[in-house]
């Protein structure tokens, strides 16, 4: 048997409580520069402004996050007017401060999702998984965010078959650029899609066998461990 299926992860806007804002400090006399964001994360923007964006040595930059009223994964990264309130700070040598508008947020800050996946389950004749295959396009949007590639990519794959016991899966995905905002990780990042799209395919394979669907999945549920994934 096999049971085919191609569903649409819509795209999701994250829309947190406060919207991204960022104050920027420069010490002329140390060199020393300081961004206070509503963020999610320190430690890898600071090693990008250090390194890739300002070439400067790390202890010269500094990241901190005040209380933050959500994120969901969009304030992990480095946005551009993070990097503008720095630069700004430096050139007129006082804080800078910029604080997004909500229409402004809205499409300015990572989305989620939107991603698009053509799928094959098949079982053997006691509805025992078989094999996966997926082909799916992923939309990056405009230009690239991040780490918005690897929601699609590493994080997608490492959840495909999701808690189930399928000896072969094949996986691939192409990214596409658009006239959209960027993708980057949102709320699980890859594992949501990927179990979307299994669990759709376990309920077209009880239609396809006539195996009741919760029989179907207590059937092929990983039972014994340690487990190895294909």
């Known amino acids: 048997h096999t049971a085919a299926s191609a569903p649409l992860n819509t795209r999701d806007v994250a829309a947190p409580l406060e919207t991204r804002a960022a104050s920027g400090f ?14 999610q994360a320190v430690h890898d923007p600071r090693r990008v ?9 790390l202890e010269r930059m500094s990241v901190v996050v005040p209380d933050v009223g959500g994120g969901f994964g969009m304030k992990n990264y480095v946005y551009p007017e993070y990097v503008l309130v720095l ?9 800078v401060r910029w604080v997004s508008e909500r229409a402004e947020d809205f499409v300015s800050s990572a989305h989620g999702r939107d991603f698009f996946a053509r799928s094959r389950l098949a079982l053997d004749k006691d509805g025992r998984f078989l094999g996966l295959e997926v082909r799916a396009v992923a939309n990056m949007g405009g230009y690239l965010s ?5 929601s699609s990519t590493n ?4 959840a495909i078959g999701g808690v189930y016991d ?3 899966v ?7 650029f658009t006239n959209t905002p960027p993708i980057d990780a949102y709320r699980g990042a890859g594992k949501p899609e990927a179990n979307y799209l299994i669990e759709r395919l376990v309920n077209l394979a009880s239609i396809r066998t006539g195996i009741d669907a919760v029989k179907l999945r207590r059937r092929n549920i990983i039972g014994k461990f340690p487990h190895r994934t294909a």
């Open 26 to 39: 420069h010490d002329h006399k140390s060199d020393r520069c300081l961004l206070s964001v509503t963020g």
């Open 49 to 57: 402004l250090a390194g890739a964006v300002f070439k400067i040595p």
């Open 87 to 95: 630069w700004a700070a430096r050139k007129l040598g006082r804080p």
């Open 146 to 150: 991040t780490s918005g590639p690897i």
């Open 155 to 158: 994080a997608a794959g490492s």
């Open 166 to 168: 399928i000896p072969s």
């Open 170 to 176: 094949f996986f691939e995905v192409r990214g596409a």
